[in-house]
């Protein structure tokens, strides 16, 4: 079935540092892919998402990469701060429903 | 914080009880999902509607059921049927159209069998 593959599923950086989570998907006909930050205890909330007709979308220290052919795209966060610490879950869209296919998470951890 | 709530914030069951779960959103989505969350298992879908008085089952469906009779709501109930309900719950609603659009999440109810 339809599946998301999320990578790594901690990440601890310093403070200043680049971090980089990694996702593939199966399902080649998904068009959408967001990326989502949960605090602990708080409801997600999306900080940023890409559509398959472009390869790269920046917004300020946060970038998102896809590659369509090899079905993977990615989160890069750059000078990292502590306030950047939580959980962040990709998602892919269904090409056969309209629902997302959500990655297992990732547990990025800033230290100071 | 407005637009989609979720009440109880935390709900205790004994085994063998049903409870509905509450997720009202005043966005004028026309879909909304409930999801589950479990500990290194992300979000897992249970039920899904794009339009009132329809819905679909997601990947973990049994052991729960929906409505779907305003726009605005979408109950979510855990029957006894369910044998490990213990989790975190979120409700998510969305615009419908020709493309995705993001989903918004609510702040989730927290569910314990004891």
């Known amino acids: 079935g339809e599946n998301v593959e999320q990578h790594p599923s901690t990440l601890s950086v310093q403070e200043g540092d680049s971090a980089v989570i990694k996702c593939t998907y199966s399902d080649s006909a998904s068009n959408y892919f967001p990326w989502y930050k949960q605090e602990l205890g708080k409801r997600p909330q999306l900080i940023i998402d890409?559509?398959?007709?472009?390869g790269e979308k920046k917004d300020q220290r946060i970038a998102v990469t896809l590659n369509k052919t090899a079905k993977h795209f990615s989160l890069h966060i750059t000078e990292t701060q502590p306030e950047d610490s939580a959980v962040y879950f990709c998602?892919?869209?269904?090409?056969?429903?309209?629902?997302?296919?959500f990655g297992t998470g990732t547990l990025l951890a800033v230290q100071p | 914080d407005g637009g989609i709530t979720q009440s109880p914030k935390y709900l205790f069951r004994k085994e063998g009880q049903n409870v509905t779960l509450s997720c009202e959103q005043n966005?004028?989505?026309?879909?909304m999902y409930w999801y589950r969350q479990d500990p290194g298992q992300g979000l897992r879908l249970i039920y899904y509607?794009?339009?009132?008085?329809?819905?679909q089952k997601g990947d973990i469906a049994e052991g729960y059921s929906v409505s779907r009779e305003k726009k605005e709501s979408f109950p979510l109930t855990v029957t006894s049927a369910q044998k490990n309900p213990t989790a975190f719950y979120l409700c998510?609603?969305?615009?419908?159209?020709?493309?995705?659009?993001?989903?918004?999440f609510g702040p989730g109810t927290r569910l314990t069998v004891l």
């Open positions: 998510a609603s969305t615009s419908s159209g020709r493309y995705y659009n993001e989903q918004f």
């Open positions: 509607s794009q339009i009132v008085n329809d819905f």
């Open positions: 890409i559509r398959s007709n472009v």
């Open positions: 998602a892919a869209s269904s090409g056969a429903t309209n629902k997302l296919i």
């Open positions: 966005l004028n989505h026309d879909a």
